[in-house]
C-alpha cells in the first residue's frame, strides 16, 4: 500500500500552531470523510491504512494526536500504541462492535479515549480538541520537567565552614528518612533572604531521589509571595470548568501537578490564612479537591517549605496558624547568614566570579588584595545572593579580571554601623546630626589604623580615594600615612 499524500487545509497553513493529526484507518471512505472534518477544523492531517506505514510516515510527520484504528491489515492497533505513547503522542482508539477489549487494553496503556463505530464526525472533533488540550498540558509538564531537572542538575551547597557542613548533615539525615518511610516529613528551611534556602530544597530533593530507580520527578516551586491574591486557591488546588466565573476549563493546582516529587512551598510566611487552613487538611489526609469539584485526589507529594520569617512568632500574635507552623516543623533545616560563613566567603566570591567569566568568555577573575580585604570585612546584608550579584557585576566591569575594590563598589553605611556601632550608638543618642556622626566614625576608625589611611578604608570597606575625601570634607587634618 502507498503512502498518501499530505493533505492541508487553508486553515491549517494559517494556524501554523494547530496540532499535527495521523490518521491509521484502512476504510479510505471513512478517512477521508475524517480528514476533510478536521481540516475544516484547521488540522494538518495526513491519513495512512497500516501499522507499517504508520511506522515509516511517522519520522517525517511528526503527528501529535494520532487516531489509531484497532484492526489493520498487518496487526492489532495495540501493537503500534505503546511506541506512541512513549513518544508523548495523544492517542485516540477507534474500535468495531465487539472490540470493546481491545478498547480498555488501550486505555490501560495510555490512549486518552476511545470512539466506537460508526463514528460520529462532530463527537470525534469533540475528542481531538480534548486530545489536543491534554497534548499540550502534557508538554508544558514535560517542558517544566526539563527545565527544572536541569536546574536542579548539579545543585550543590558550597562551603566548608561549620555551619555549612551542619546543614549538609541535615539534610542526608532527612533523605535517609524519607527512603524509609511512605509519608515524606514535612520539611521547614528558615534563613534570611539570600541564604540559600531554595537551593537547600532542591539539593534536598534530589538527595531523596531513590538509587535504580525512575528519578524524573517533578520539583514545583511555588513563591507564595508572588502569587496573585485572586488566583492563589486556584493556583495551588486547581478548579473545575465552570467552579468560577473564567474557569472556562479544567485545571488541575500546583499540588496536583508536583505528583510523587517535591512541592516547594517558598516564602510560606505569605500564605493568607484561610488558604493556610486549606493547606493544614491537604498534610494532614494527603488528599486535594479542586474548586468546585466534589472529587478528592490523593497527594503522594513531598512538602518543603521555606521562611524568611520568624513562623513562630508569627503562630503566637495570630498571623499564621499554630497547627499550620507545627504541621510544618516536623522537620527543620537552619540556613546560616553569610557573615557566619566567613570561611566560605572568599571562596563563594571566586566561584562567582570564575562563573561570569566562563558564561561570558572572560579572562581569569584575580582578586585585589584591596578587593579581597573589602569582601572579608563587609558584613553582606543580603548573604550569598548579594555576594554573588556584586561579584559578577566587578568581573564584568574589570579590566582584564583583576578585580578591585573600585569594581566591588560595596557600601559603606552598614560597615560604619558594624564597626563602630558604640560610637555611632552614643552620638545620635545625644541628637548629633549625620555629619557629626561620621566625623566621630572616622577619628576613631583613624585611630585604631595607626592614622594609615588604606588601613583604614578597607575596615570600613571603602576605597582609599573616597576615604581621603571623606577626612578633607570634615577637614581633618591629621597626619597619615599610606
Known sequence: MQLAHLISSQ???????????????????????????????????????????????????????????????????????????????????????????????????????????????????????????????????????????????????????HAMQSVKLQIQRIAQLVAVDTVPPT????????????????????????????????????????????????????????????????????IEAAEDGTLFLDEIGELPLALQAKLLNVLERRMVRRIGSTKERAVPARFIAATNRDLHEMSLTGSFRQDLYYRLNVMSIGMPPLRERAADILMLAKHFATQTSRRYGLAAPVFSTDAIAMIKSYDWPGNVRELRHQVSRAMLLSQQGHITELDLALPMNRLLLDANQHAANTMLNSQATLDEVERAVLLKVMAESDNNVSRAARKLGITRMTMRYRLEKHQLNIKTEE
Open 11 to 161: 486553515a491549517s497553513v494559517m494556524l501554523k500552531q494547530q496540532s499535527k493529526l495521523l490518521i491509521v484507518e484502512d476504510e479510505v471512505l471513512f478517512a477521508r470523510a475524517v480528514m476533510r472534518r478536521l481540516q475544516k477544523a484547521g488540522y494538518e492531517c495526513a491519513h495512512v491504512e497500516s501499522l507499517q506505514d504508520a511506522r515509516t510516515i511517522f519520522k517525517q510527520f511528526s503527528p501529535d494526536i494520532v487516531l489509531l484504528d484497532m484492526r489493520l491489515p498487518d496487526g492489532n492497533g495495540l501493537d503500534l500504541l505503546s511506541d506512541l505513547v512513549a513518544k508523548n503522542v495523544a492517542v485516540i482508539v477507534m474500535t468495531a462492535h465487539g472490540e470493546i477489549s481491545d478498547a480498555v487494553n488501550a486505555i490501560k496503556q495510555g490512549a486518552i479515549d476511545y470512539l466506537k463505530k460508526p463514528i460520529d464526525l462532530e463527537e470525534l472533533l469533540l475528542s481531538v480538541q480534548k486530545a489536543e488540550a491534554s497534548a499540550i498540558q502534557n508538554n508544558s509538564l514535560d517542558y517544566s520537567r526539563q527545565r527544572n531537572a536541569h536546574a536542579i542538575d548539579g545543585v550543590e551547597l558550597l562551603g566548608d565552614s
Open 187 to 254: 520539611v521547614l528551611i528558615s534563613g534570611e533572604t539570600g541564604t540559600g534556602k531554595d537551593v537547600a530544597a532542591r539539593l534536598l530533593h534530589l538527595s531523596c531521589q531513590v538509587k535504580g530507580q525512575n528519578n524524573d520527578k517533578p520539583f514545583v516551586h511555588i513563591d507564595c509571595a508572588s502569587l496573585p491574591p485572586d488566583l492563589m486557591e486556584s493556583e495551588l488546588f486547581g478548579h473545575e470548568k465552570g467552579a468560577f466565573t473564567g474557569a472556562s476549563a479544567t485545571r488541575p493546582g500546583l
